[in-house]
């Protein structure tokens, strides 16, 4: 039988960062260059929001540590149904999140690739590929 493999201190830092910052990062000034000086306020409100919430979590895990994160915070606060909730939606928002990364990875790979932003159907097996491929190295 196998050894089981631990998860260390830096492994768990990267998954924990890179869930945080995710692909929007990347694809976002892109986006927001057009419009100038205003994006930056943007980016400004939008991480003020991203502190507050870190924040929120970090009180939150000194108020309860136990393990479950947000369904532990939820069942401690609201009861059993509010963390079923809170667990459920969070697993839904991490279906929609792995697919955005595939998406944005996929517009990635167009630079490389230039048939994929031509082709939708091709564009869409490149992106259910990286997903595979990235849940066959997680496992």
Known sequence: MAAKKALGFWMCTA???GN?????????????GPFGGISIVGWLVSASGA??????????????????GPYAYAR??????????VAWSYWISMWTTNAALAVAFT???TVFWPALATTPLLAGV??????????????
Do not use: E, H, Q
């Open 126 to 139: 490149a992106s259910l590929a990286s997903v595979w491929l990235l849940t066959g190295v997680n496992v």
């Open 20 to 32: 945080m910052i995710g692909s929007g990062v990347f694809l976002l000034p892109a986006s927001l």
């Open 76 to 85: 401690d606060g609201f009861g059993d149904l509010g963390a079923f909730l």
């Open 15 to 17: 998954l924990v960062v």
């Open 51 to 68: 502190i507050c919430l870190a924040l929120v979590f970090a009180r939150l895990g000194r108020i309860v540590p136990k393990t479950g």
């Open 107 to 109: 517009s990635y790979l």
